[in-house]
């Protein structure tokens, strides 16, 4: 069965973005572009909610093609060419969208059946809104953090209303020379 990995930078308080969204306070540097892009060149597909899907559509579709383009931006813009994308929202319709499912009703049902079949692991970037909603349901199966060295103080947390607890065995973890620390975690559903 295909397992759902939350990729999520968070700040040591534990909110993934500002009270208003903002995400300035997010350090990356190639090591990092360069283990994430190792990271998800083992997934098939990715999993977004509408604003966040909305944003990548804005950059990533000809971010390659972007005079002085980074190493960064040519090889996240091939991948994002080729995945299939899951989005969650009761909005978005499918219409002109390459490679793209609209998941708006039954998130429970339309999730388990995408993740019975075939295919590598599904990576969900950012989306906070569609975290929850996955969480709350118990469908993700991992994730990989990227502890930021800052403390928000208040903003959008990685963990809300989680209903009961959710125990976690650590894999792997990764210092970064910015500072940034990987955590990866798998649900331990023992």
Same mark, same amino acid.
């Given at each position: 069965?295909?397992?759902?990995?939350?990729?999520?930078? %968070? $700040?040591?308080?534990?909110?993934?973005?500002?009270?208003?969204?903002?995400?300035? /306070?997010?350090? =990356?540097?190639?090591?990092?572009?360069?283990?994430?892009?190792?990271?998800?060149?083992?997934? #098939?597909?990715?999993?977004?909610?509408?604003?966040?899907?909305?944003?990548?559509?804005?950059? /990533?579709?000809?971010?390659?093609?972007?005079?002085?383009? $980074?190493?960064?931006? %040519?090889?996240?813009?091939? /991948?994002?060419?080729?995945?299939?994308?899951?989005?969650?929202?009761?909005?978005?319709?499918?219409?002109?969208?390459?490679?793209?499912?609209?998941?708006? $009703?039954?998130?429970?049902?339309?999730?388990?059946? %995408?993740?019975?079949?075939?295919?590598? #692991?599904?990576? =969900?970037?950012?989306?906070?809104?569609?975290?929850?909603?996955?969480?709350?349901?118990?469908?993700?199966?991992?994730? /990989?953090?990227?502890?930021?060295?800052?403390?928000?103080?208040?903003?959008?947390?990685?963990?809300? #209303? =989680?209903?009961?607890?959710?125990?976690?065995?650590?894999?792997?973890?990764?210092?970064?020379?910015?500072?940034?620390?990987?955590? $990866?975690?798998? =649900?331990?559903?023992?």
């Amino acid at each position: 069965m295909r397992k759902i990995i939350s990729f999520m930078h %968070i $700040s040591l308080d534990g909110f993934v973005a500002g009270q208003n969204g903002e995400m300035d /306070w997010i350090k =990356v540097d190639e090591a990092i572009f360069d283990h994430i892009g190792k990271k998800i060149s083992e997934s #098939d597909t990715a999993l977004y909610g509408r604003i966040t899907f909305q944003m990548m559509e804005a950059y /990533w579709p000809t971010a390659a093609n972007q005079p002085g383009a $980074s190493k960064h931006d %040519i090889e996240h813009s091939e /991948w994002y060419g080729k995945i299939s994308k899951l989005v969650m929202s009761k909005t978005l319709t499918g219409d002109g969208l390459t490679n793209t499912t609209i998941i708006s $009703s039954n998130l429970l049902e339309s999730i388990n059946e %995408i993740k019975q079949q075939a295919g590598s #692991d599904i990576a =969900v970037f950012g989306s906070p809104t569609a975290t929850h909603a996955l969480m709350q349901l118990g469908l993700i199966d991992g994730y /990989w953090l990227f502890v930021n060295p800052i403390i928000l103080g208040k903003g959008i947390p990685l963990f809300k #209303d =989680v209903k009961e607890k959710i125990k976690l065995k650590l894999l792997t973890t990764k210092q970064f020379a910015c500072g940034v620390t990987e955590l $990866s975690y798998i =649900v331990d559903k023992e």
